[in-house]
C-alpha cells in the first residue's frame, strides 16, 4: 500500500534562510510524487510534480524539489525563504491506471517563519 | 483554478442526521476525491471514483458513502452524522493523462456535528 510519511510536524526558519522539508514515499513501483502547500483557511495548491526523467523539479514560487528512488524521498527546497512561504505543506503519492487512481497525502509540515 | 465548486462551503448539523456534501467539475476529469482534513492528522481519502458508478474506497471510509451518476458530480453522504465527523472536506479531480495527474482542489466544506 503506498504511504508518506513527513517527519517534521513543524519547522521555524528566519527569513532568508535556505529551506528543506522531508517526505518519504513507500509504493511499489514508480510513483507520482507532488508537493503541495496550503495557506491558513484555503485550498491546496500544487507547488511541483514528478513522474519520471529529470530527478529535480522545479516548481513555483522558487521551490524545487529532488527525488531520490534509493532513499525512497522526495524533499522540497528553497534557498532563500521569504515570510509568504508561511503555510502548510504537504507531500503526496499517487498511482495512475483505471481503478488505481489513488493519491495519498503525508500528514504535513506546518512552516513558520521569523523575521 | 479550475472549475469545481463544493456545496456547502458551511454546515452545522445535529448528530445522527444524514448529511450529503457536493462536488461538482466543469472540467471533464475522471478522477474524483473526497478527503477530510483534521489537526495532525493531514487530509485522509475517504473514498474515491475514477468514473460514472466506479467508486473505491480510502483510508477512513466507514461511516460515509458516495455516488457519482455524472461525470461532473461527486456526492458525499454521512448516513447518520456523528461528532468525529466534524472536520473540513475536501474535493479534489485529476485528469487521466501520463503528464497530467495532479490534483486540483476545491475551496473545502467546514463541517460541524453538534
Known amino acids: 500500500a503506498q504511504s508518506v510519511t513527513q517527519p517534521d510536524i513543524h519547522i521555524t526558519v528566519s527569513e532568508g534562510a535556505s529551506l528543506e522539508l522531508r517526505c518519504n514515499y513507500s509504493?511499489?513501483?514508480?510513483?507520482?510524487l507532488f508537493w503541495y502547500v496550503q495557506s491558513p483557511g484555503q485550498g491546496l495548491q500544487l507547488l511541483l510534480k514528478y513522474f519520471s526523467g529529470d530527478t529535480l523539479v522545479q516548481g513555483i514560487k522558487g521551490f524545487e524539489a529532488e527525488f531520490k528512488r534509493s532513499q525512497s524521498s522526495f524533499n522540497l527546497r528553497k534557498p532563500s525563504v521569504h515570510w509568504s512561504d508561511a503555510a502548510e505543506y504537504f507531500c503526496a503519492v499517487g498511482s495512475y491506471g483505471g481503478s488505481q487512481g489513488n493519491l495519498i497525502f503525508g500528514k504535513g509540515t506546518k512552516l513558520s517563519v521569523k523575521p | 483554478d479550475a472549475g469545481i465548486t463544493q456545496s456547502p462551503r458551511h454546515k452545522v448539523t445535529e448528530t445522527g442526521t444524514p448529511v450529503t456534501l457536493r462536488c461538482h467539475q466543469t472540467?471533464?476529469?475522471?478522477?474524483m476525491y473526497w478527503y477530510r482534513q483534521d489537526p495532525g492528522h493531514g487530509l485522509r481519502l475517504i473514498h474515491y471514483?475514477?468514473?460514472?458508478?466506479?467508486?473505491d474506497k480510502g483510508e477512513v471510509s466507514d461511516g460515509y458513502s458516495v455516488s457519482r451518476s455524472k461525470t461532473e458530480d461527486f456526492l458525499l453522504t454521512l448516513e447518520s452524522a456523528t461528532s468525529s465527523q466534524t472536520s473540513v472536506y475536501f474535493c479534489a479531480i485529476r485528469q487521466q493523462g501520463m503528464g497530467d495527474t495532479e490534483a486540483f482542489f476545491g475551496q473545502g466544506t467546514r463541517l460541524t456535528v453538534v
Open positions: 472540467e471533464n476529469h475522471r478522477y
Open positions: 509504493y511499489g513501483a514508480t510513483p507520482y
Open positions: 471514483s475514477y468514473g460514472v458508478k466506479d467508486t
